[in-house]
T-cell receptor, first 113, second 115 residues
């Protein structure tokens, strides 16, 4: 089994719908991240979390919310999806220091029509 | 703003040739990391080089770091078609006012290796 698992892998939805992307990890890491990837823009950080009580905004948090249900679970929600949120979303984990490598899930491709 | 800027944006070579990708950054760093991404897949960590290191090797990969020029390069020797992927540098620096690291990705280099 993968260390970092994302569900769903692909999702097509309509404007205005609520969408949740889920992430679970077996790495035992404290830090979890949600990134968004758009062609030509690299990866941009949406939110990150140190633990269930510590959640921080990244550079593009508007229109998104997150929940850290447990050390191993971190979900990303789009309360009212819009077409420009069409992108590839990645969950990642790292050790608590934040200086080490990131471990990525396989991604969730979201299309908002 | 992006900490790492990569060059070139795209690179096309023949199998057996060497591929060199460059990454420049703006502020002091703790370490610099390189990742690989196959099309539509998750990123995979390749190598980490600390700010007090100048060169690091891993198999066919060679990474250099020049902190005076604020730049790094990734060299893939004797490339193979299977090396076709996007390669990203990521700089890690101290998050302001804390003892924690903050990682920022560059925009990546798309490498195509033709058989």
């Amino acid at each position: 089994d993968a260390d970092v698992t994302q569900t769903p892998r692909n999702r097509i939805t309509k404007t205005g719908k609520r969408i949740m992307l889920e992430c679970s990890q077996t790495k035992g890491h404290d830090r979890m991240y949600w990134y968004r990837q758009d062609p030509g823009l690299g990866l941009r950080l949406i939110y990150y979390s140190f633990d269930v009580k510590d959640i921080n905004k990244g550079e593009i948090s508007d229109g998104y919310s997150v929940s850290r249900q447990a050390q191993a679970k971190f979900s990303l929600s789009l309360e009212s999806a819009i077409p420009n949120q069409t992108a590839l979303y990645f969950c990642a984990t790292s050790d608590f220091s934040g200086f080490g490598e990131l471990f990525f899930g396989e991604g969730s491709r979201l299309t908002v029509l | 703003s992006q900490q790492g800027e990569e060059d070139p944006q795209a690179l096309s070579i023949q199998e057996g040739e060497n591929a060199t990708m460059n990454c420049s950054y703006k502020t002091s760093i703790n370490n610099l990391q390189w990742y690989r991404q196959n099309s539509g897949r998750g990123l995979v960590h390749l190598i980490l080089i600390r700010s007090n290191e100048r060169e690091k090797h891993s198999g066919r990969l060679r990474v250099t770091l020049d902190t005076s020029k604020k730049s790094s390069s990734l060299l893939i020797t004797a490339s193979r078609a299977a090396d076709t992927a996007s390669y990203f540098c990521a700089t890690v620096r101290n998050a302001g006012g804390t003892s924690y690291g903050k990682l920022t990705f560059g925009q990546g280099t798309i490498l195509t290796v033709h058989p």
